[in-house]
């Protein structure tokens, strides 16, 4: 299965920008980047994915490597409440559509 | 998307008993994914449940001990059997949810389970 690499904590501070970086070199053609975040006492929400081309929402941005093997959320503005762990997966059709989650990067938002 | 009940949200269970949690959607879905996650810890796939067929269970992970039910195209259940305190965990269910350029997963909200 395609495992992804993320670094185990970040820490931002509160209305400036935050860059989460994941690697994910055994990608293969088929999947999907996918990142979710989950707060507290509560299951993953799903933040945003993307394919191949940079992807934009209203909650995040995802800027994907040219080679795919790397991609990095950016939430453009951090408020406290952006504070959760942030997890990087990939899921298409690489071990039959299974969504495998890594160990995920825990977000810490200084006021 | 789609919106996922699960329930119990907790339970303390004595050990040797067994515990079935419940997922209902709102929609229909083809594939459902229970995960289990232990106090700090990512969630650990245990098994892909799709209706009409048998579940496939990811390695450490058996059907004796999680068996699961997916009768219907809304609905499924993970019961967790003969329980021990090692089973103690969060467990959630998941669907993937395709519609137009949108693919991604829901998740429920999670079965907190303490075996003593």
């Known amino acids: 299965d395609a495992k992804t690499t993320q670094p185990n904590s970040m820490e931002s501070n509160e209305e400036e920008p935050v860059h989460l970086p994941c690697n994910h070199s055994t990608i293969s053609g088929t999947d999907y980047i996918h990142w979710y975040r989950q707060l507290p006492?509560?299951?993953?929400?799903?933040?945003?994915?993307?394919?191949?081309?940079?992807v934009n929402n209203r909650m995040a941005s995802l800027?994907?490597?040219?080679d795919r093997k790397s991609s990095t959320l950016i939430?453009?503005?951090?408020?406290?409440?952006?504070?959760?762990v942030y997890y990087c997966i990939l899921s298409g059709y690489t071990g039959g559509f299974k969504t495998i989650f890594g160990a995920g990067t825990r977000l810490f938002v200084k006021a | 998307s789609a919106v996922i009940s699960q329930k119990p949200s907790r339970d303390i269970c004595q050990r040797g008993t067994s515990l079935t949690i419940q997922c209902q959607v709102d929609s229909q879905v083809t594939m459902m994914f229970w995960y289990r996650q232990q106090p700090g810890q990512s969630l650990t796939l245990i098994a892909t449940a799709n209706q009409g067929s048998e579940a496939t269970y990811e390695s450490g992970f058996v059907i004796d001990k999680f068996p699961i039910s997916r009768p219907n195209l809304t609905f499924s259940t993970l019961t967790v059997s003969n329980m021990s305190p090692e089973d103690s965990s969060i467990y959630l269910c998941s669907v993937e949810i395709r519609a137009g350029n949108m693919y991604g997963y829901t998740f429920g909200s999670g079965t907190r389970l303490t075996v003593v």
């Open chain 1, 41 to 54: 006492s509560q299951g993953p929400e799903y933040v945003i994915h993307g394919l191949t081309s940079n």
């Open chain 1, 63 to 66: 800027a994907i490597a040219e």
């Open chain 1, 75 to 84: 939430l453009h503005r951090a408020t406290l409440r952006d504070a959760a």
